[in-house]
């Protein structure tokens, strides 16, 4: 039982370079996310997508795009890298997006760098 | 939108000293609050958490309290130690997703 997992864990790009972070897990979650974590913004919500075949935009959408593959994977695509989207990035999953859902698991994150 | 505010946004203490770290939340209808925990190079892991029907909620060295009423809920950790080293982050649930505080990093000076 691996949990969420997502790769690659450290990637370099140039800008305007393309990239997809792949995030899969294995505890048969409904909803899934992902989140950037910049230094003193803490974890800010970039897409969801609350069951399978469904995506939303979270609080920081421009620049990426997602696809909820099926129920176990969740990719996130920058199309067109900026030195803006250097971060931190984590993949997490729960049970139901809901508001009687509880524990969010994350992902072991995995840092971007745009030059 | 919903909206977390959390304070202080670094901390230290002395080692065997107690911690809080508050938040103030603006969606009155949140009704799950959770604490996460973040070691350096880590991924956030959930300590503890507190529904709506219960002002507080213990777990040997950590509490959370609620004031729903007041739209803000504190962590304490009691008699710190050098572990406890790490950033902070409290969290509300929205409708559909959680919405994080700013996270606060917290240093146990020995």
């Known amino acids: 039982n691996a949990g969420v997992t997502q790769t690659p864990k450290f990637q370099v790009l140039k800008t305007g370079q393309s990239m997809t972070l792949q995030c899969a897990q294995d505890m048969n979650h409904n909803s899934m996310y992902w989140y950037r974590q910049d230094p003193g913004m803490g974890l800010r919500l970039i897409y969801y997508s609350a069951s399978e075949g469904t995506t939303d935009k979270g609080e920081v959408p421009n620049g990426y795009n997602v696809s909820r593959l099926n129920k176990r994977e969740f990719s996130l695509r920058l199309e067109s890298a900026a030195p803006s989207q250097t971060s931190v990035y984590f993949c997490?999953?729960?049970?139901?997006?809901?508001?009687?859902?509880?524990?969010?698991?994350f992902g072991e994150g995995s840092r971007l760098t745009v030059l | 939108g919903e909206n977390v505010e959390q304070h202080p946004s670094t901390l230290s203490v002395q080692e065997g000293d107690s911690a809080v770290i508050k938040c103030t939340y603006s969606?009155?209808?949140?009704?799950?609050f959770p604490w996460y925990k973040q070691e350096l190079g880590k991924r956030p892991q959930l300590i503890i958490d507190i529904r709506s029907n219960v002002g507080e909620k213990k777990d040997q060295r950590i509490a959370v309290t609620l004031n729903k009423t007041a739209k803000h809920f504190s962590l304490h950790i009691t008699e710190t130690q050098p572990e406890d080293s790490a950033v902070y982050f409290c969290a509300t649930q929205g409708a559909q997703k959680l919405v994080f505080g700013q996270g606060t990093r917290l240093t146990i000076n020995p």
């Open positions: 997490a999953s729960r049970q139901n997006a809901g508001r009687n859902t509880g524990e969010l698991f």
């Open positions: 969606d009155s209808a949140s009704n799950y």
